[in-house]
């Protein structure tokens, strides 16, 4: 077989050594000056932790110690902006992920804040970040889907053919239960063999079902109500989550085609975006910071791209939203298809590496590969006369490179998910002049392996530092949280 051309070749990048900067260029560089999101909020600097699900929440989407010390150890690092996991906005069962789709989770919302508030001297700003999903389930048993899931009509007996065409259901189903990948393509929907192979997963695009065509008109107060809660709970904002593979980006997708006025053109897949953040705008106190954080370029065959995201963003701009988060990719589109028993995991496919890349990649490498599309979105907003601010994500592990992304105008923020989830307090190393000791992330995406099984984020680096000390949260061989590190006096 050809080899594939030098640039898509998968290489082993090293991580790039750094020079780190000392308390006096610390102090000068733009990374950590102040900046100002909506009206009157002011960050003490650029540093960002972007939202990162922990799985530390209990069954019924309640804030426990767990998830205290979780956010509580990233506090100590004293981001300017600190963002909460993807939360909820319905009253759901959802596994342990936040919630906020009930006041009764307002009193574990307003601990979390305080833990934040506390441990960050009052520096770091806190951010909710609100979402909303459609069902998913695992991939099933053939046998199973076959007798159970598949829902047998005329189409599938005529495609059968000869005697099928009058059989028993019961015979029709245990046919199909016998018939070879070919011939499964040639006899079942595009649809049905992706609940098949994949496990079924709702779309937006389902309109025949009415909880699915009703999202327009339920989701805008869903949204607002999470808000307020937020609010009520003391955050200093709210994140919509517009990105990946969840509902809100699936509306801005190309790939939406639905009919009502929510689908087909860019105007009108930003339409119940906007209709949201009109809610929600309106639901809370102008000083509440509402930004939003949506997709760059999803990265799949017949999606939106870059195009599509400086359009949404001067959209988004011109409608108010206090900030536009950029991510890349992340999608169910191109997964990698699950184990049976699991569910399809949106960031195992080309897409997935896009937004959280690793040291295993293209010749571009992961290091501040998405900074282009930040740029573009940030370009096309301040060419439209707006000066919202842009946050940029994705391989960024270095104070270089993130300087340099602010120097050269990617974008007015820069965020870190797994470098700050490596160790929490590099931030406040790089202030104080000691970027010798931060712990570097080696972007290899053990911590994902872990999302990706539900099972509670750790990360790699420190389960392989020294035996437990006075205050560290251990389970199993794992620690829950960074070793500690205290700074000088
Ligand atoms: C364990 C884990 C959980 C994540 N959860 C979320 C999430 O809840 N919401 C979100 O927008 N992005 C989530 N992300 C993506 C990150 O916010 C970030 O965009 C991505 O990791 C790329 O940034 P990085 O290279 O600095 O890690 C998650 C990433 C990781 C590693
Ligand atoms: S587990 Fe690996 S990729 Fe994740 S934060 Fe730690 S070093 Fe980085």
């Known amino acids: 077989m050809a080899k594939p051309p030098v640039s898509l070749r998968v290489i082993k990048h090293a991580i790039p050594d750094e020079v780190w900067p000392t308390r006096d260029e610390a102090a000068r560089a733009r990374w950590f000056q102040p ?45 300017g902006v600190l963002v909460v996991e993807a939360t909820g906005i319905r009253d759901v069962p959802s596994g342990p992920l936040l919630r906020a789709g009930h006041d009764r989770f307002i009193p574990g919302l307003a601990e979390l804040v305080r833990v934040v508030r506390e441990r960050s001297h009052g520096e770091t700003r806190l951010l909710l970040q609100l979402i909303d999903f459609l069902s998913i389930r695992r991939r099933p048993e053939p046998a199973r889907y076959f007798s159970q899931f598949l829902a047998v009509s005329d189409a599938h007996r005529a495609r059968l053919g000869g005697p099928w065409r009058s059989a028993p259901e019961a015979a029709v189903r245990a046919h199909l239960a016998t018939l070879d990948d070919a011939a499964l393509n040639a006899v079942l929907t595009a649809r049905e063999l992706d609940d098949l192979r994949m496990g079924a997963r709702e779309r937006i695009t389902d309109t025949e079902r009415p909880h699915i065509r009703e999202l327009p008109r339920v989701l805008p107060d869903l949204f607002a109500a999470a808000a307020v809660r937020a609010h009520a709970a003391g955050f200093d904002g709210v994140e919509l989550h517009y990105a990946h593979a969840y509902t809100m980006a699936s509306f801005l997708s190309a790939l939406n085609t639905r009919d ?104 571009r490498g992961p290091f501040g590969r998405n900074l282009a599309l930040a740029r573009a979105v940030r370009a096309a907003v301040r060419a439209a006369g707006f000066t919202t601010p842009v946050v940029a994500a994705g391989g960024i592990n270095s104070f270089t490179l993130a300087e340099r992304a602010l120097a050269d105008g990617d974008a007015d923020i820069v965020a870190a998910a797994r470098q700050s989830l490596a160790d929490p307090d590099w931030f406040l190393k790089l202030r104080l002049g000691r970027g010798a000791e931060v712990r570097r992330c080696k972007l290899t995406n053990y911590c994902e392996a872990l999302d990706q099984q539900h099972k509670k984020v750790t990360c790699q680096l420190w389960d392989r530092l020294d035996p437990a000390g006075a205050g560290d949260r251990i389970e199993g061989r794992r620690r829950l949280v960074a070793p500690p590190w205290t700074p000088p006096p």
């Not at 205290?68 to 690092?77: I, K, S, T």
């Not at 105007?267 to 119940?272: N, T």
């Open 35 to 79: 900046v100002q999101l909506g009206r009157s909020l002011v960050a003490a600097t650029r540093t960002w932790v972007p939202a990162m699900v922990p799985w530390r929440a209990t069954a019924d989407g309640e804030v426990t110690r767990d998830v205290l010390d979780w956010y509580g150890r990233f506090a100590e690092g004293r981001p």
């Open 260 to 363: 009502d006025g929510y689908g087909g053109p860019r105007e009108q897949r930003v339409r119940l975006p906007l209709e949201v953040f009109a809610r929600v705008r309106a639901a809370v106190p102008p000083d509440f910071v509402v930004g939003c954080r949506y997709l760059g370029d999803e990265v799949i065959a017949g999606g939106s791209g870059v195009d599509d995201a400086a359009y949404f963003g001067v959209a988004f701009a011109r409608a108010g939203l206090d900030f536009l988060s950029l991510s890349k990719g992340g999608k169910f589109e191109d997964a990698r298809q699950p184990a049976i028993g699991a569910a399809a995991y949106p960031y195992t496919g080309p897409s997935g590496h896009e937004c959280m890349p690793t040291v295993r990649s293209d010749a």
